[in-house]
Antibody, heavy 121, light 105 residues
Framework: QVQLVQSGAEVKKPGASVKVSCKAS????????ISWVRQAPGQGLEWMGW????????NYAQKLQGRVTMTTDTSTSTAYMELRSLRSDDTAVYYC??????????????WGQGTLVTVSS | EIVLTQSPGTLSLSPGERATLSCRAS???????LAWYQQKPGQAPRLLIY???SRATGIPDRFSGSGSGTDFTLTISRLEPEDFAVYYC??????FGQGTKVEIK
């Protein structure tokens, strides 16, 4: 069965970086993409970006350009999302999700369990 | 960037009633690229509808999507207790609407 298992909760200071992992299993990793979505406490969903697990192409939300990097390790079927220069408003649950397209972001069907990132001094 | 505006913000209904949720885009959206997600408290979202009107695998037929251009609708024909949740629309690879909460009246 398809599973996306994310790394554990993180607490970071403002200005630091965080790297969240998302290990996929139960499907051919390189036949899909991975999208990242975050949700601040009590707020709605925010699309962060997408990476093709096939060729590593990325598409980031304009708001996060320059601060976010998404990568994959096909040898371990793991996707990573790194966010730099953290601010308090980056405090959120971060989700990875399997994207059904390898050439552009599309709909997502399976989600990770979420990783809480707390930014606090 | 296209902005999706959902209405109403909250919908208070009773089980068995019909729910109609709206998603309006600031510019025309290809209906092929519009999805709806359901999210319950403490859970990850779940894909309900893709391509504006196609139900995802395992989604009951009481859920239906329609619309084109700038106006899209998610309809739940008869609300079941498990349908009370927050619903989001999204253009693929772009931002979500702000969500509509369907709560028990």
């Amino acid at each position: 069965q398809v599973q996306l298992v994310q790394s554990g909760a993180e607490v970071k200071k403002p200005g630091a970086s965080v790297k969240v992992s998302c290990k996929a299993s139960g499907y051919t990793f390189t036949s899909y993409g991975i999208s990242w979505v975050r949700q601040a406490p009590g707020q709605g969903l925010e699309w962060m970006g997408w990476i093709s697990a096939y060729n590593g192409n990325t598409n980031y939300a304009q708001k996060l350009q320059g601060r976010v990097t998404m990568t994959t390790d096909t040898s371990t079927s793991t996707a990573y999302m790194e966010l730099r220069s953290l601010r308090s408003d980056d405090t959120a649950v971060y989700y990875c999700a399997r994207d059904l397209c390898t050439s552009c972001p599309q709909k997502v069907d399976y989600w990770g369990q979420g990783t809480l990132v707390t930014v606090s001094s | 960037e296209i902005v999706l505006t959902q209405s109403p913000g909250t919908l208070s209904l009773s089980p068995g009633e019909r729910a109609t949720l709206s998603c309006r885009a600031s510019q025309s959206v290809s209906s092929s690229y519009l999805a709806w997600y359901q999210q319950k408290p403490g859970q990850a979202p779940r894909l309900l509808i893709y391509g504006a009107s196609s139900r995802a695998t395992g989604i009951p037929d009481r859920f239906s999507g329609s619309g084109s251009g700038t106006d899209f609708t998610l309809t739940i024909s008869r609300l079941e207790p498990e349908d009370f949740a927050v619903y989001y629309c999204q253009q693929y690879g772009s931002q979500f609407g702000q969500g509509t909460k369907v709560e028990i009246k």
